[in-house]
């Protein structure tokens, strides 16, 4: 089974955008769901994090900025992201497990999820 990461793309400064990860087959209220983002050549950065009982943990980074959410399909999640910033560019990924928020570790290995998306690209620039 294989995440699709989608809604990546280029936003201007201030924009929006919402990033959406769909798993096939999987009933993500069962599972926890994360959300990463890389830039190539830098470490993975942990963004958000739906924890089982639906309530989101975020990085300081993103606070007040982004919201991760469950859709109303029981395989799509969301990341909303506003009032973006150039810092936020970077390759995003979903990942879902059935451990904790906690396990949710940027030096976590993608093979040691039970799910792991093939990333969206996010541009913020003018």
């Known amino acids: 089974v294989q995440l699709q990461a989608s809604g990546g793309g280029l936003a201007e400064p201030g924009g929006s955008l919402r990033l959406s990860c769909t798993a096939p087959?999987?009933?993500?209220?069962?599972?926890?769901i994360g959300w990463f983002r890389q830039v190539p050549g830098q470490a993975r950065e942990g963004v958000a994090c739906i924890n089982a009982d639906g309530n989101p943990d975020y990085a300081d980074s993103v606070k007040g900025r982004f919201t991760a959410a469950r859709g109303n399909a029981e395989n799509t999640v969301y990341l909303q992201m506003n009032s973006l910033k150039p810092e936020d560019t970077a390759v995003y990924y979903c990942?879902?497990?059935?451990?904790?928020?906690?396990?949710?570790?940027?030096?976590?290995?993608?093979?040691?999820?039970?799910?792991w998306g093939q990333g969206t690209q996010v541009t913020v620039s003018s």
């Open positions: 087959g999987i009933t993500l209220p069962y599972y926890v």
């Open positions: 990942a879902v497990d059935s451990l904790s928020c906690y396990y949710f570790t940027p030096n976590r290995s993608p093979s040691e999820f039970n799910f």
